[in-house]
């Protein structure tokens, strides 16, 4: 046993956990891009919001005079920019659209944890279902070699020993499937995150108070969010007077001196400024709209996935520990009955078979759930680690 467990250092120390893995999202390639294309929007976004400085402009010219008046060079310099009167409602929005990406980029990571989460699970549900199938097969050969032994004394009939190879043979077709089920969630597994491939399973038990509280959801505030960006920019284009236009400009005309400032003020009035107003507003009404959905599905599919999980819990425990036990009793017994030839290898076989069958519907059930919770997590943008126990 102490060299067993010597064996098995390196592969402890080398393997990871989920909690490892949600380390790496904030690192990954595929959150920083994400990222990155949220901060190149509120750059657009405060593009289209901010007044350029001023802008200088010169001109240079030469006067050809007629009927003897005098002739010469003529220069000019001039300045120009926009001030804008509704600055407070712009410097709102900015604040508000940055708050905004914020909660995107948590809706990001929040989703990324999620898939971690599910594929992480299924790779644990897989792996018992490995567990228990090794033993099967260790069943099997057990079983093979006995009546292989048999057959060479004239106990058996060859018939019997091809039965019992061929069923250690599907055995084994099974775990290999089995193993290729969790080589591929360990290849989604690093599509997200660098991972070496080694696990240490631990079961994952959501909080199920926590889990169904709208505050754990990065998605509300986001839509909260978006509801006050849209409340930020109908006020800007309901400004009356947005911005004030300032140009001043000198020149010099051969004898002459000019000093000019020019003071235009456009006003938002007319068909243009209407249809922006109309849409500014159809989009606050569209946004508090989305809020409200939300809420309402929260509320409804919270209610459903709790009914859910209750019907598991209820059910599913108590079924799987029963199913283990009882087809572990028929197996051994019916193992002992085979070997003292109480009992043919059909029947045998039978009782392997029906362990496998159980199997195989305790193994959908866990993933079932598994995967409902998962996806209801990543609907709503809920981080697994904040409502796990």
Not at 110 to 129: D, F, H, P, S, V
Not at 189 to 216: A, T
Not at 319 to 328: C, N, Q, T
Request: proline share 2%; with cysteine; net charge positive.
């Amino acid at each position: 046993m102490r060299y067993i467990f010597l064996i098995l250092i390196p592969f402890l120390l080398m393997a990871e956990n989920i909690d490892t893995l949600y380390e790496r999202v904030l690192k990954s390639n595929l959150y920083k891009s994400k990222s990155e294309a949220l901060n190149s929007n509120l750059q657009a976004t405060k593009s289209s919001l901010y007044s350029d400085g001023w802008s200088v402009g010169a001109n240079l010219g030469q006067s050809q005079g007629r009927n003897g008046a005098e002739s010469g060079l003529e220069y000019g310099i001039s300045l120009n920019k926009d001030f804008k009167l509704n600055g407070s409602s712009v410097d709102a929005l900015i604040k508000t659209t940055q708050l905004y990406i914020d909660n995107s980029k948590k809706i990001e990571e929040n989703r990324l944890k999620t898939k971690l989460w599910r594929l992480y699970g299924n790779y644990c549900i897989t792996e018992e279902a490995l567990q228990a199938r090794g033993e099967l097969a260790s069943v099997y050969d057990t079983i093979s070699k006995h009546i292989d032994k048999g057959v060479e004394y004239g106990e058996f009939d060859i018939s019997k020993s091809i039965m019992a190879n061929l069923a250690l043979q599907n055995m084994n077709l099974q775990i290999s499937k089995l193993e290729n089920i969790t080589q591929g969630y360990e290849l989604e597994i690093k599509k997200i995150v660098p991972f070496n491939g080694q696990f240490i399973c631990k079961r994952l038990r959501p909080n199920i108070e926590n889990l169904f509280k709208p505050e754990y959801s990065a998605l509300r505030p986001m839509l909260e969010r978006q509801v006050e960006i849209n409340k930020d920019k109908l006020s800007i284009v309901s400004t009356k007077i947005p911005k004030v236009n300032i140009d001043a400009s000198y020149s010099n005309e051969i004898d002459t001196d000019k000093y000019m400032i020019n003071i235009s003020v456009p006003l938002a009035f007319g068909e243009k400024n209407q249809a922006q107003r109309a849409s500014a507003m159809s989009a606050l009404n569209a946004s508090n709209y989305e809020l409200e959905t939300f809420r309402n599905n929260y509320i409804h599919e919270s209610n459903v996935m709790e009914r859910q999980l209750n019907i598991y819990k209820k059910y599913l425990k108590a079924s799987d520990k029963l199913i283990r036990e009882s087809s572990d009793k028929l197996i051994q017994h019916s193992n002992m009955r085979f070997r003292a030839g109480e009992e043919s290898l059909i029947s045998m076989l039978k009782a392997t078979e029906t362990k496998v069958q159980m199997i195989e519907a305790i193994l959908e059930l866990k993933i079932d759930r598994h995967n409902a919770v998962a996806q209801y997590m990543y609907n709503y943008a809920i981080d697994p680690k904040g409502v796990s126990k």
